[in-house]
């Protein structure tokens, strides 16, 4: 197993830097799930460690030791890419043994390793197939399996699910996890998708345009992110937004927006004439039954029924608003309803700054 350290690193190509001195610490054995929208610099992150690109500046470690000049082969890394990469004249078998094949291992060293990740994967009926003759989803539990061959200190998985239907993505995210917990070994695991980085990682890495936004545990993010970019790309439906000025009547600040709506806000270090935007988590929206002077008015737009959920589409003062409900209730475009946002509920940020107001 491996700890790994990155620091100040960057990553540059011509005049385009790419990432700006990421500084990250991975504990031995732990999951961490690199996140962020496509371009954000995780997946060349990735490959900096794998050995596959450059460094262009800062250190990165292998267990104390610094690997920037390390070669690929030498890091006891395994890596499982988006395309599964699998050779399609070989069987399964023979794809998995290929790595230890190359190395020149003996056989009789990797065969009881193979038919142990065979079983671990549930591959043991399929050793003889061709790669035509498997699903997708066993398509990508053979490339697992190559990896888990290698008895590597670190996985690398980069956006391994994002070839699979979303049936097969939830079994597959269940797989890569128990796999985990039965190795202990240390795993980075690129996304673009907030669900899988919630579900899995031990703790995230929330990127955005080649910086580190925010490092934690998946719910200590859901529930307290540091800034509007944070807050906006982690959760399905996003949080809401509303932006305004702060207004302090007798030590009680509230947001007045532009249309006038006021809403109570928690006692924070605010000013009055402050411009801040709030959030609020669809599912922290109440509806109420009765007229309240703290209670918006909103008409709906779109009422979109999910299964175990429906959600409200409208507005508040133009921003558009979602409402999560667990409750079957019988609501239809148009109608106008009136929905209170919890003050415990809110999410208060400086607009300029956009960081979080504690």
Known sequence: MAAVQLKQIYKKYDDTQVLHGIDLDIADGEFVVLVGPSGCGKSTLMRMVAGLESISDGDFYIDGKRAND???????????????????????????????RLRKEPESSFGPRIKAAAAMLNLSPYLQR????????????????????REPALFLFDEPLSNLDAKLRVQMRAEIKALHQRLKNTVIYVTHDQIEAITMGDRIVVMNAGKIEQVGKPLDIYDRPANLFVAGFIGSPSMNFIAGTVQIDANQPSLITANDIKIKLPQLDLKAGQKI??????????????????????RLDIIEPTGSETYLYGKIDHAPCCIAL???LNFA????????????????FDTETTCRIN
């Open 70 to 100: 390390l070669p690929p082969q030498q890091r006891n890394i395994a890596m499982v890419f988006q395309s599964y990469a699998l050779y399609p004249h070989l069987t399964v078998y023979e794809n998995i043994a290929f790595g230890p």
């Open 277 to 298: 935007t709030i959030g609020i988590r669809p599912e922290h929206i109440r509806i109420e039954r009765t007229n309240n002077s703290s209670n918006i008015k909103l």
């Open 130 to 149: 061709l790669p035509k003759a498997l699903s997708g989803g066993q398509r990508q539990r053979v490339a697992m399996g190559r990896a888990v061959v």
């Open 326 to 328: 667990r409750e079957r």
């Open 333 to 348: 475009a148009d109608d106008e309803i009136q929905a209170n946002l919890p003050i415990e509920h809110l999410h208060v």
